[in-house]
């Protein structure tokens, strides 16, 4: 099993040197990756329609994941960097290969594509993609992406892809870079089944987890995959989740077959890196008690 952190993207705030010691903190306290969420523009609440509700407006600050861990990857030595997710099919998918391969060679192969094709309509529009066939896309890009990562040149012809005998370089470490994908609807179970190499869950709680991981395990064999080689990603979020509890759910968890556990210290009133990282060493406690059972 594996823990990591969720960089906590709106709450950190814009100093790199804070960015900087927190992601060697969590490296130094034995964590194995760190995890940033993906928005890129926000709207504003105001606006005609309304954004009642929203979880994140244009006051909500994000920053570009593959940036910060281009910057994080020559600071940190053994850490990974997942996106968690990364709104895949509002941005161009061959920029996203370059993208991804950039930080990849840089990082030594520490990259964990996360994709989902999200709920923000406002963001489609801004960049100019097509909200309705934001599905449809994703699983194109899911090829698009591994042959440009694993072929010097490209030849590819599809419904939303065009690729005429091109291709990036360098290449990533990883022969491919491994994709994993949020969500939890059937369409979105279905899809990462026969495309994906693991499942970054949005469950409310471990019983909801556990249901639906039943049916995605159910969708892989019927893909003729092996789900004990399909990853599984679970969040303990400090609003929800008592920290007494931590250690038991850790144990429900890797009893379920969960590959990750990653510990969300935002929504929670901490202001700046120090807050979040007293937390996030109270989880190292929690996970280095299940480690030292194993």
Same mark, same amino acid.
């Given at each position: 099993?594996?823990?990591?952190?969720?960089?906590?993207?709106?709450?950190?705030?814009?100093?790199? /040197?804070?960015?900087?010691?927190?992601?060697?903190?969590?490296?130094?306290?034995?964590?194995?990756?760190?995890?940033?969420?993906?928005?890129?523009?926000?709207?504003?609440?105001?606006?005609?329609?309304?954004?009642?509700?929203?979880?994140?407006?244009?006051?909500?600050?994000?920053?570009?994941?593959?940036?910060?861990?281009?910057?994080?990857? &020559?600071?940190?030595?053994?850490?990974?960097?997942?996106?968690?997710?990364?709104?895949?099919?509002?941005?161009?998918?061959?920029?996203?290969?370059?993208?991804?391969?950039?930080?990849?060679?840089?990082?030594?192969?520490?990259?964990?594509?996360?994709? &989902?094709?999200?709920?923000?309509?406002?963001?489609?529009?801004?960049?100019?993609?097509?909200?309705?066939?934001?599905?449809?896309?994703?699983?194109?890009?899911?090829?698009?992406?591994?042959?440009?990562?694993?072929?010097?040149?490209?030849?590819?012809?599809?419904?939303?892809?065009?690729?005429?005998?091109?291709?990036?370089?360098?290449?990533?470490?990883?022969?491919?870079?491994? /994709?994993?994908?949020?969500?939890?609807?059937?369409?979105?179970?279905?899809?990462?089944?026969?495309?994906?190499?693991?499942?970054?869950?949005?469950?409310?709680?471990?019983?909801?987890?556990?249901?639906?991981?039943?049916?995605?395990?159910?969708?892989?064999?019927?893909?003729?995959?092996?789900?004990?080689?399909?990853?599984?990603?679970?969040?303990?979020?400090?609003?929800?989740?008592?920290?007494?509890?931590?250690?038991?759910?850790?144990?429900?968890?890797?009893?379920?077959?969960?590959?990750? /556990?990653?510990?969300?210290?935002?929504?929670? &009133?901490?202001?700046?890196?120090?807050?979040?990282?007293?937390?996030?060493?109270?989880?190292?406690?929690?996970?280095? &008690?299940?480690?030292?059972?194993?």
């Amino acid at each position: 099993m594996q823990f990591g952190v969720v960089f906590p993207q709106t709450e950190i705030g814009d100093d790199p /040197i804070a960015i900087r010691d927190y992601a060697q903190t969590a490296e130094g306290l034995g964590f194995d990756y760190l995890l940033a969420f993906d928005h890129v523009i926000g709207a504003n609440p105001d606006r005609p329609g309304g954004w009642a509700n929203r979880p994140y407006d244009y006051n909500s600050m994000f920053h570009e994941p593959f940036v910060l861990f281009g910057y994080l990857a &020559g600071l940190t030595e053994r850490i990974r960097f997942v996106t968690g997710i990364l709104i895949s099919p509002q941005r161009q998918t061959v920029l996203l290969a370059k993208q991804a391969a950039a930080v990849d060679v840089l990082s030594r192969g520490r990259l964990t594509l996360g994709i &989902g094709v999200g709920w923000n309509e406002v963001e489609y529009t801004a960049l100019n993609e097509d909200f309705r066939t934001r599905g449809r896309r994703q699983a194109e890009q899911v090829d698009v992406l591994r042959a440009l990562w694993t072929q010097r040149l490209v030849n590819f012809e599809g419904q939303y892809h065009t690729i005429p005998d091109a291709g990036l370089y360098p290449l990533p470490v990883q022969q491919p870079i491994p /994709i994993w994908f949020g969500g939890g609807s059937q369409a979105t179970l279905r899809r990462m089944a026969r495309l994906g190499d693991g499942w970054m869950t949005n469950a409310g709680n471990i019983d909801q987890l556990s249901r639906g991981l039943a049916t995605l395990r159910g969708y892989i064999t019927d893909a003729g995959r092996d789900p004990a080689a399909f990853g599984v990603d679970f969040r303990i979020d400090l609003r929800r989740d008592p920290e007494e509890e931590w250690p038991g759910m850790i144990e429900r968890l890797a009893a379920l077959g969960v590959s990750h /556990i990653s510990i969300n210290t935002m929504n929670r &009133g901490l202001v700046g890196a120090a807050a979040h990282l007293e937390v996030v060493q109270r989880f190292a406690h929690a996970m280095g &008690g299940y480690s030292q059972q194993q």
